[in-house]
């Protein structure tokens, strides 16, 4: 079930925005089938399985990529695919034999999704990198963060799965889309450093008309006014409030009790030091249940600052099964939301298992390679520890 039921998918593993492309188009509803590490690797945030969440909703095989027969069965999996998903260094799966060339040579029509931090080409295309130094080079992460302190990382949302994961979708989406009218694959160059920008179109846009400032913690949206910040309550926990609309704030200013002629100070920006200690010390005045009571579905642009426990039990979450529980674990669910194609809940994530080789294999070979291929996947996993343990992702 889901909108891209129908569309297959390959997946060679990998960590950060590969995974996290993968999970997004399986849980719309497009059949992934992951190619595995014949032999655990230790890469990413070690973890079990069952945790590895960006991993759900697949099929897994597990294949040795350093083997030619191996290759060959990618080879065939990619023969019936719409697209293939890689985030290696630029140049790996050249040499691995599986690079674009040849898999557009097996099936004309096929995407050839590539996600890296710096991108397939350029001076930096072949360095390791991670998520923070994908978006430091781009503007995103010098903006991030207060005044009085350095960028902040923003975990890895902005880059691996926002710049990374997202944007890589979109690039597969639209080139089976392309294909579908004119019959010829493509390749999808997706790199961090070209999402992360293009998310930063609109800062780069104000700063050309002058209205957004290098100063970190000196704009409206990075902590610089005091009408979009966060606060700390009487227990020490937080409340975040966003009226940037004139509107919004006298709606603030109403249900706190402080004169509506306070708009002149937000309208000032020299009396934005002032509007900030007049919000600090009044929000310091009661604990947070307090002011959820009093703000929370008014138009005033409030919300708790939650945890991720927290977030479980919140009633406007629970409410839309925002987070979900699948075989125990507690996890987002797909989004984002169709009102005829819904998708449907996710299967947890499974590690590559020999017993059901055969089962996927059928789905995705022609009859007659099918027992060569197995073969060959029965063949990795002699001499191999059990895959059932601890993965990485």
Not at 243 to 255: A, H
Not at 271 to 276: C, E, M
């Amino acid at each position: 079930m889901g909108p891209l039921t129908g569309i297959k998918i390959v997946e060679l593993a990998g960590i950060g925005p590969g995974p996290m492309c993968g999970v997004l188009l399986a849980d719309l509803g497009a059949r992934v089938l992951r190619i595995d590490r014949a032999t655990p690797s230790n890469l990413g945030v070690e973890r079990p399985l069952e945790y590895n969440l960006v991993l759900r909703n697949r099929e897994t095989i597990a294949l040795d990529l350093k083997a030619p027969a191996a290759i060959e069965v990618v080879l065939d999996l990619v023969e019936s695919a719409d697209a293939l998903i890689e985030g290696f260094r630029p140049g790996v799966t050249e040499r691995l034999g599986l690079g674009p060339d040849i898999c557009l040579t097996r099936n004309p029509r096929l995407v050839y999704g590539r996600v890296t931090g710096w991108g397939q080409d350029g001076p930096l295309a072949k360095a390791a990198g991670h998520d923070l130094n994908y978006i430091a080079l781009t503007g995103a992460l010098a903006a991030m963060g207060r005044a009085e302190g350095p960028p902040a990382p923003p975990l890895n949302l902005v880059g691996d799965f926002a710049g990374g994961g997202l944007y890589l979708a979109l690039g597969i989406l639209a080139g089976v889309l392309e294909a579908r009218a004119s019959g010829k694959g493509q390749v999808v160059d997706a790199s961090i450093v070209d999402g992360t920008a293009s998310m930063m179109m609109q800062f780069y846009g104000m700063q050309a008309a002058g209205l957004w400032s290098d100063q970190r913690g000196s704009n409206v949206l990075d902590s610089g006014a005091p009408f979009y910040d966060v606060y700390a309550c009487a227990d020490g926990r937080y409340v975040s409030v966003a009226p940037i609309e004139d509107k919004f704030f006298v709606e603030l200013l109403d249900r706190l009790g402080l004169p509506p002629s306070m708009i002149e100070m937000k309208r000032d920006r020299s009396q934005w030091p002032r509007l900030r200690q007049v919000l600090e010390e009044t929000f310091a005045q009661k604990p947070l249940e307090a002011w959820c009571d009093l703000l929370q579905g008014s138009d005033a642009c409030f919300a708790p600052v939650l945890n991720m426990h927290e977030a479980l039990s919140h009633p406007h979450l629970r409410a839309r099964e925002t987070l979900i529980e699948v075989a125990g674990v507690v996890q987002p669910a797909p989004a984002p939301r169709f009102s005829r194609t819904r998708a449907t809940k996710p299967s947890p994530p499974r590690p590559a298992d020999p017993e059901r080789d055969e089962d996927i294999l059928r789905s995705w070979l022609p009859a007659g390679r099918v027992a060569q291929a197995l073969e060959i996947l029965h063949r990795n996993v002699q001499d191999q520890p059990d895959r059932r343990g601890r993965r990485t992702a």
